[in-house]
């Protein structure tokens, strides 16, 4: 056992020794120094070749420095190298210590140098000679692969690009250029007649214009366009194809018309305004009902300006003040353009307007204006008559109460709600027969009066009127009426008896004496 811990002690203590030695030998100054002279040699993308002296001796060099060094390695100095380098870099230091103290060089070479420069440096001891492209070679060889992509990109580009003389004379087209001349004109076509002869008025204007060019054997045109760029080598023209936005806009335009048409049938007045709040759309029938002008409404007025106009008009509910109107319709913008906008108009003229906003796609709003006022004279007068005929009702001394073929009370007048000390209009909930019957059968004596009014407002059949005499608690007589009515109505009226009843024979029952007997 304590042999084989001896061991272990033995294989540690080797082991730390090997370490602290790797380690020594790396913390050294040489291998510092020569991990240092690795870092010098990378060079950039421009380099060609690199070499390091100790004051005058070489102690390194890249690959590319082989073909000045040859086969003295050795013996390469700074002098040899001085030799090799001065005549096509004027200005190389005489020795590498004139670097230590002026710092570092750069040295332009000369026309042999082929656009070569030398870059000197004294670093910790060590002076560093790197031979690299010059950095205007590489902008022109930048420049060269920028101007070749830029003319390939244009000759390859997918609308028409041409080079136009003073004269008119086409001097320079690219492919798509080419192509196009070729199916209008064939191949054998002349090549410095232009395709486009009138660019008048983009070249005077700077903007581009739309120029149309006939297609060999329709009717049809092509549509492009154009724009110019004045050059020192002419006019350079661009043609961008617009056909299917041309066709786009006729397409539009026939929608358009054919909406036109249909919205000019309409008896409603009809107004759409586009995202920018212009009329872009209206009918005949909003000129009749608006009163404002055909000119003003074709100029595309702003909404504000539509509606400062219908108010100018009185076509409009007079607001109380101006200011207060604006903001009236900014609300009204905001609503119409929820589509919950839908508001009656009463004008100074007694006319009547509906008029509602509803949104359109694209952020449109569209407005209609109806004329109601004779809808609205008659129902004013229907309820006028309905009034007056309630009024009339009222004054009766006859208690009368109209139920419907459903059992519903549709009708009472103010005689019937003092007799029977109720009023429907105190509730919301309806009054039906059997409701109306219990308050009869509550107040009067009994009487089999009431199943049978019952069952002829329920009925259908054998609707013929009669009458019958009931009594109050109070012992206070009463004749009792029943008749039916038009549309499955039935009529229950009730009175003091006076001379001269109904006929006989519609009596339903014969009133008894307190006794009982008839």
Not at 317 to 343: F, M
Not at 389 to 398: A, L, N, R, W
Request: charged share 20%; aromatic share 10%; hydrophobic share 40%.
């Amino acid at each position: 056992m304590q042999n084989i811990i001896s061991i272990e002690w033995l294989m540690l203590a080797t082991l730390c020794c090997a370490t602290a030695a790797v380690a020594v030998w790396w913390l050294s100054p040489e291998q510092r120094s020569k991990g240092m002279e690795q870092d010098l040699l990378v060079g950039d993308g421009r380099t060609d070749a690199v070499f390091l002296f100790d004051d005058t001796n070489l102690i390194g060099w890249s690959s590319g420095a082989r073909k000045f060094i040859g086969e003295h390695a050795e013996h390469f100095s700074w002098n040899m190298l001085r030799d090799q380098l001065a005549r096509n870099y004027p200005g190389l230091p005489q020795s590498p210590g004139f670097l230590k103290d002026v710092g570092p060089l750069v040295l332009s070479g000369t026309a042999s140098a082929e656009s070569r420069e030398a870059h000197c440096e004294w670093i910790d001891g060590i002076t560093r000679v790197q031979l690299r492209r010059s950095t205007l070679e590489e902008q022109n060889k930048s420049l060269d692969q920028e101007l070749t992509t830029l003319r390939a990109a244009v000759h390859q580009a997918p609308y028409p690009v041409w080079l136009q003389s003073d004269e008119g004379a086409v001097t320079w087209t690219n492919l798509a250029y080419d192509d196009l001349s070729h199916k209008l004109r064939g191949r054998d076509a002349e090549f410095s007649e232009p395709l486009f002869d009138n660019l008048d008025e983009p070249k005077s204007s700077g903007k581009a214009e739309r120029i149309s060019i006939p297609l060999p054997d329709s009717t049809k045109r092509l549509w492009y366009n154009i724009s110019t760029t004045e050059t020192e080598a002419g006019w350079l023209c661009h043609a961008v194809d617009v056909n299917a936005v041309v066709d786009a806009e006729v397409a539009q335009r026939n929608f358009v018309q054919t909406l036109a048409k249909t919205f000019a049938q309409l008896s409603i007045g009809l107004a759409i305004f586009d995202r920018n709040r212009q009329l872009v759309l209206f009918n005949p029938v909003l000129i009749d009902l608006t009163a404002l002008p055909a000119g003003f409404l074709s100029a595309r007025p702003t909404l504000m300006t539509f509606f400062d106009r219908l108010r100018d008009q009185r076509m409009m509910p007079e607001p109380k003040n101006y200011s207060s109107w604006r903001h009236q319709i900014e609300d009204l913008l905001e609503a119409a353009a929820e589509g919950r906008y839908q508001e009656t108009w009463s004008l100074p003229s007694g006319s009547v307007y509906s008029v509602s906003g509803r949104p359109h796609p694209d952020g449109a709003i569209a407005f209609l204006f109806e004329d109601i006022t004779a809808e609205v004279t008659l129902t004013r007068q229907f309820r006028s008559e309905l009034e007056m005929g309630q009024s009339i009702m009222d004054q009766m001394g006859e208690a009368i109460a109209v139920f419907a073929n459903d059992g519903t009370m549709t009708f009472s007048n103010e005689t019937y709600h003092a007799l029977w000390k109720m009023d429907p209009d105190a509730s919301f909930a309806k009054v039906s027969i059997m409701d109306a019957a219990r308050i009869w059968q509550d107040t009067c004596s009994a009487t089999p009066a009431w199943g049978e009014i019952r069952d002829f407002v329920a009925g259908s059949d054998g609707r013929t009127p009669w009458w019958t005499h009931v009594q109050l608690r109070d012992g206070t007589p009463l004749l009792c009426k029943v008749t039916a009515i038009q549309n499955g109505a039935t009529m229950v009226s009730f009175q003091t008896p006076e001379p001269g009843l109904p006929p006989i024979e519609q009596q339903k029952f014969a009133i008894t004496d307190q006794g009982g007997s008839a």
